[in-house]
């Protein structure tokens, strides 16, 4: 399953995933159970051992989305984002076996924080580029301040040396007496003087220089020291954060090798690998975090220093506003929140939830879970309005007798979804008693147990003595009733529910769904036309295998207004359900039968026939299209009923009519008139008016140049869920035969009194 878009289930919370084996169908329950609990197997792992990310859009119907979420944590830009917002995505990745992440992923919010992120890295590498600015500028004036005060030094030592020689030089002229020695000296003195006013000078300039280099430096004042300070902090958090990502890494290579791993020494060996490397990286997290800290504040009074502010002032602003600030949401800190007031998703297994024969008393009072059949029981004592603390009356006559009432009450409910029967009449009770242990058992006796049966007129027998069916079933009864009566909302997953159930137990499983559907969200697999209602085909999802071959191959969600996209084999199921529907129906078509060409048709007829009042006066017959129309009329006509045939006015019908004219009414041309009838129209939602087509069937104010039918087939639209949807607002009242104009009644009506004349009303 790479990836299944965007899919909803269905408004009335039952959703059937319908597809051939192998198609993906048990990976989507298995994905949404993983999303829930968020543990994964090496065996739901890709062929690339590449880890899943599941992604969940949830309705939040009764509050807005801030309304879960602490205001003072929310970024202010991102609060009114939130002011009407009543849903939102939520997502589950693995980066190992045993290590996930729980986010946020809906498109707003991660765009928000992308954004808010990308600002303040913007706004940090700004304040970063400042500060290195200033240190390079800095240590650059430090380094010319000590070469100038090199130079100085060297020119100071020979200006004095000058001095000297100048000194020397007027000392030689006055004790000299000779005049040529004199001027010797006096000609020396002045090539000294010379030069020693030239380093004179030089020192003054460069004095100058030096004073200006000093002058700037001393210009940045307390700048100069935190871009220092900002550095080495930054220098060392780098370092931290590369080390805690090594380790990181180095512990995320053990754990996988280690859920690779079947050797039982091996495995010992990496456990304490794993134990060593844990410890180490939480230290490191530890440190890694107070780094993190003190780079945090360093750039928030860095920011405040270049602007003008003094460094002690700005340290007590940014410690005042850490003080004060709550720290915003993360992506995944959200996730966590909102996590608490998701429904669980919970996978029914056969048989994980069986009954048992016995229980202790004392696993019930110690919530001993590993104890046989404890959940089981649990639910049962659930749904009979009890907990273990009920069998803490001491009275045995009182717990006896509420016993006995319970039995009865518990029964009733059952049949109420259980309708097969052991024989004719005879049909099952459910019954638990207080017992206690014998002598038999020393270490146990007089010790309270609970025993359950499941009875009939003939046996008393153990759940474990009864049929696969029955125990499946009664686990599975148990398992919705109790997590319907539940104050923790549910997504009940079922993995081809009914397997070893007769069809009639399989239909009580749809009933079982109906019934609890308000207090649950049901979403199964299944290959079974007993578990597909004819009448809901919205709770369908198809899935199928589309692209690639094999393993490769990509599995693809088909939603209910697009099934007609679906192949045959995966849409088999539905098909049968309408043969099915004829079989079941085989003692009642003696007479006013009229064949239709698909289910979008049977629906639209017979919401017609609630629009006008003619319930149950013709018996419509759905055919998987109209080439499969002489494969029905061969069907009636072995079984010796009386039929008539609705064909469209396209191509194809009149194909179809000119073989039925030939082959099933021998062109008898009265006969053919009375039972074939050919619609003046393509397809029976041409019938409706442009206007009422838009209104009620597409629901949309839009302009079709094309016809009603044309328009489904261009846009790729499934005209077996519009028909559906037609009927169930005819159905619930929300169309009525005053809703549509005169003519689209007049179309309807026309027809209607072909069909009546044709089936002979």
Not at 187 to 193: I, L, Q
Not at 477 to 497: G, T
Not at 693 to 719: A, D, M, T
Request: aromatic share 10%; net charge negative; charged share 30%.
């Amino acid at each position: 399953m790479i990836d299944s878009k965007v899919n909803y289930l269905s408004s009335d919370n039952i959703t059937a995933l319908i597809g051939q084996n192998e198609s993906g169908k048990t990976t989507i329950l298995e994905a949404l159970h993983s999303f829930s609990n968020g543990i994964i197997s090496e065996d739901m792992l890709r062929s690339d051992s590449a880890f899943p990310e599941i992604a969940c859009y949830f309705e939040f119907n009764d509050k807005y989305l801030k309304d879960y979420l602490d205001l003072e944590k929310i970024p202010n830009g991102l609060k009114k984002k939130l002011e009407k917002k009543t849903g939102i995505w939520l997502e589950r990745s693995w980066k190992t076996l045993t290590k996930n992440t729980f986010r946020c992923s809906d498109r707003e919010l991660v765009d928000f924080y992308e954004n808010l992120s990308e600002s303040h890295k913007s706004k940090v590498e700004t304040i970063y580029n400042n500060i290195k600015q200033i240190n390079d500028e800095t240590n650059e004036l430090r380094g010319d301040i000590r070469f100038i005060a090199k130079d100085k030094a060297e020119l100071l030592k020979e200006t004095e040396d000058l001095s000297k020689r100048l000194n020397k030089t007027k000392r030689s002229i006055d004790r000299a007496k000779k005049p040529d020695l004199i001027q010797v000296y006096q000609n020396e003195y002045e090539a000294t003087n010379k030069i020693y006013i030239q380093k004179k000078i030089d020192l003054e300039a460069i004095l100058k220089v030096l004073n200006d280099k000093k002058n700037k430096l001393e210009a940045y004042g307390e700048k100069d020291q935190l871009a220092e300070r900002f550095l080495e902090i930054k220098r060392n958090f780098d370092t931290e954060l590369e080390n805690y990502h090594k380790r990181n890494d180095e512990l995320l290579y053990f754990e996988n090798l280690q859920s690779k791993t079947i050797n039982p020494k091996e495995i010992e060996l990496l456990a304490n690998n794993i134990e060593y490397l844990q410890i180490e990286q939480k230290k490191l997290h530890n440190i890694f975090i107070e780094a993190q800290n003190k780079l945090d504040f360093i750039e928030r009074v860095a920011e405040k220093v270049l602007a003008g502010k003094n460094t002690r002032v700005a340290e007590s602003e940014v410690k005042i506003e850490l003080s004060k600030q709550k720290e915003f949401y993360t992506l995944e800190e959200i996730g966590y929140v909102l996590s608490k007031h998701l429904p669980i998703f919970e996978f029914f297994e056969d048989f994980s939830s069986l009954l048992p024969n016995r229980i202790d008393l004392a696993d019930l009072f110690d919530q001993n879970i590993s104890a046989e059949g404890y959940k089981a029981v649990n639910n049962f004592l659930s749904i009979s309005g009890l907990n273990a603390g009920f069998f803490k009356q001491e009275n045995d006559r009182i717990l006896k007798q509420r016993i006995e009432n319970l039995n009865g009450e518990i029964t009733i409910d059952f049949h109420e979804f259980w309708s097969q029967k052991i024989g004719k009449q005879n049909k099952i009770h459910l019954n638990f008693e207080l017992e206690h242990y014998d002598d038999s058992i020393p270490e146990k006796s007089g010790k309270p147990y609970l025993e359950f049966w499941i009875k009939d007129n003939y046996e008393r027998l153990y759940p474990k003595q009864r049929s696969r069916g029955v125990r499946w079933f009664l686990s599975f009864y148990l398992e919705l009733k109790a997590n319907a009566m539940s104050n923790q909302k549910k997504v009940l997953l079922i993995d081809e529910p009914g397997l070893s159930l007769h069809a009639k137990a399989q239909q009580d499983v749809l009933k079982v769904f109906d019934n609890m559907k308000n207090d649950l969200q049901i979403i199964y697999c299944t290959h079974s036309t007993q578990l597909i209602d004819k009448e809901k085909m919205f709770r369908i999802l198809a899935v199928e295998r589309k692209e690639g071959e094999g393993i490769n191959s990509q599995s693809v969600i088909i939603d209910s207004k697009s099934l007609k996209t679906a192949n045959n084999e995966t849409m088999m199921p539905v098909h049968s359900v309408f043969s099915g529907h004829i079989i079941k129906e085989k003692s009642i078509l003696k007479t006013r039968n009229l064949i239709v060409d698909n289910i979008s048709t049977f629906y639209y007829l017979s919401a017609f026939s609630k629009l006008f009042s003619k319930n149950g006066e013709v018996h419509y017959i759905p055919s998987n299209g109209v080439k499969e129309i002489p494969v029905m009329t061969n069907l009636l006509t072995g079984w010796r009923t009386d039929f008539s045939v609705l064909l469209p006015g396209n191509t194809e019908g009149q194909k179809v009519f000119e073989e039925l004219k030939s082959s099933i009414f021998i062109n008898d041309i009265e006969l053919c008139r009375n039972k074939l009838i050919l619609m003046e129209v393509e397809d029976i939602v041409d019938l409706f008016s442009k206007f009422d087509f838009k209104k009620h069937i597409l629901n949309k104010r839009i302009g079709i140049p094309e016809s009603n039918s044309e328009y489904i087939e261009i846009n790729n639209l499934s005209g077996n869920y519009l028909a559906s949807q037609f009927a169930s607002m005819v159905d619930n009242g929300e169309i009525t035969l005053n809703h549509l104009d005169e003519e689209t009644t007049s179309a309807i009506s026309k027809l209607i009194g072909l069909i009546e004349i044709s089936v002979n009303l």
